[in-house]
């Protein structure tokens, strides 16, 4: 067994054996989906130049996927300055926070995972390390798809597409408006930007114009092309960012866009799963995640946002 035992630590660098991890991962779903996320496109040309750090191999008990450290050059930019984690023991994941460098408390950073047993580590080792974390925790949801795929449950079956079929272009509202269904492009970032409630400022614009350069996005214009509702996709294969525009709300259009632009003939990526998450205030969106084919998993969505106390300049 390959063990780093003086850091509890290892770079996963081997492509068989990130191929082999993330088949391994997949069994432990939906807990372990943002870190297999990550490790699908790194595995598939690795766009943002993430890397993977186990505390042994082949046999582990925590993943943890981050930038590589040249990515990491802003220490306030948390959008760049993301991890992804899972883990099969908690104990083991509190030793590899706090005795190794997997993560750098120094700089403004998010971590995102879907086990609440993490909250509680985390707790303890931002208390200890003085620095500040906020929590956003949010209904976490699945496309039938990856439900089936994975065997999660077998109550809701999604019929069959007919091979070869074209993927519906256009929508239409509840009130009998056609909008075309259209890929975002890096000029739309700005809106997508003003419209997402972790965003809003520059650092979260350059980080939504590189999901949209290298990630599947999908929306609804109008006939004048102007985006009226979207959804982009980013590291982890999740779909995040989605939003309408207040005058075209409650009519229907993202539960029509996210049930059309999420089948499987139409989705560019055949084999990733496809999955997202809600605000627990917000009845509305999951009525309409609902309506569009997903259905709510087991366990919750978490992003902790960590600043150190003694910020960086």
């Known amino acids: 067994m390959l063990k780093l035992t003086n850091l509890s630590m290892m770079l996963l660098h081997c492509s068989q054996k990130l191929a082999a991890l993330e088949k391994i991962l ?22 943002f130049n993430l890397e993977v750090v186990v505390d042994s ?6 993943v943890i996927t981050r930038p590589h450290e040249s990515e990491m050059k802003d220490d306030l930019d948390n959008y760049t300055n993301s991890y992804f984690l899972f883990t099969k023991d908690s104990e083991n994941l509190r030793e590899m926070l706090t005795n190794t460098d997997a ?26 390390k003085m620095v500040k974390m906020d929590t956003a925790k949010n209904i ?34 509840k009130d009998g408006q056609i909008f075309q269904i259209t890929p975002l492009n890096e000029i739309h ?22 999901c949209i350069r290298h990630f599947p ?7 004048d092309g102007s985006p009226v509702c979207w959804c982009v996709s980013e590291q982890s294969t999740e779909y995040r960012m989605g939003y309408t525009l207040p005058e075209l709300r409650n009519i229907g259009i993202m539960r029509r866009l996210i049930e059309l632009a999420t089948k499987p003939s139409f989705l560019i990526l055949k084999d990733a799963p496809v999955y997202c998450h809600v605000a627990e205030i917000n009845k509305i969106s999951q009525r309409a995640t609902i309506g569009g084919g997903f259905h709510v998993a087991r366990g919750n969505w978490y992003q902790w946002t960590c600043h150190p106390l003694k910020s960086p300049l």
């Open 189 to 210: 970032a700005d809106q997508v930007n003003q419209g997402w409630g972790f965003g809003g400022n520059e650092r979260s614009l350059r980080y939504i114009q590189r």
């Open 217 to 223: 996005s999908f929306s609804a214009v109008d006939s």
């Open 57 to 62: 191999w082949p046999q582990f008990n925590t």
């Open 26 to 47: 997949m069994k432990s779903f939906p807990e372990s989906l943002k870190v297999y996320g990550t490790i699908y496109y790194i595995n598939r040309g690795n766009p």
């Open 103 to 128: 993560i750098n408390w120094k700089q403004v950073l998010q971590i995102q995972g879907f086990q609440s047993s993490v909250d509680k580590v985390l707790k303890e080792i931002c208390a200890r």
């Open 140 to 173: 976490l949801f699945l496309k039938e798809r990856t439900i089936n795929s994975f065997d999660m449950t077998k109550e809701h079956n999604a019929p069959e597409e007919t091979e070869g079929t074209t993927p519906p272009s256009v929508l239409q509202s």
